[in-house]
């Protein structure tokens, strides 16, 4: 059985840090791509940032670039986000998603999903 699971997430100030996890069982980590995204209560469910199985291509939402940075440990199974200089529009429940072949901003193209971590930031 595949599990995706994140874990970080917390109430914090505006311009602080955090950093979100997200471990990966039941599946070989090492072809999978992954990708964070986000979800406001009544609003539709949004992309992120996703990861190629090697870590080395990235790619972020416009908001995201120079701000959140994604990364990988594969013997670990692990993809992290790291957001720094956080907003308050930053607030919203954080989604980890797993899918095999290249990594996609498309919602659709991710075949596994974690429950979620509620990120929130206040001003």
């Known amino acids: 059985q595949v599990r995706v699971v994140e874990s970080g997430g917390g109430l914090v100030q505006a311009g602080d840090s955090l950093r979100l996890s997200c471990v990966v069982s039941g599946r070989f980590f090492s072809t999978t791509a992954m990708g964070w995204f986000r979800q406001v209560e009544g609003k539709e469910r949004e992309f992120v940032a996703t990861i190629g199985w090697s870590g080395i291509y990235t790619s972020y939402f416009d908001s995201a670039k120079g701000r959140f940075t994604i990364s990988r440990d594969n013997p670990k199974s692990t993809v992290y986000l790291q957001m720094n200089s956080l907003k308050p529009e930053d607030t919203a429940v954080y989604y980890c998603?797993?899918?095999?072949?290249?990594?996609?901003?498309?919602?659709?193209?991710?075949?596994?999903w974690g429950q979620g971590t509620q990120v929130t930031v206040s001003s």
């Open positions: 998603a797993a899918k095999g072949g290249v990594p996609s901003s498309r919602l659709d193209s991710y075949d596994t």
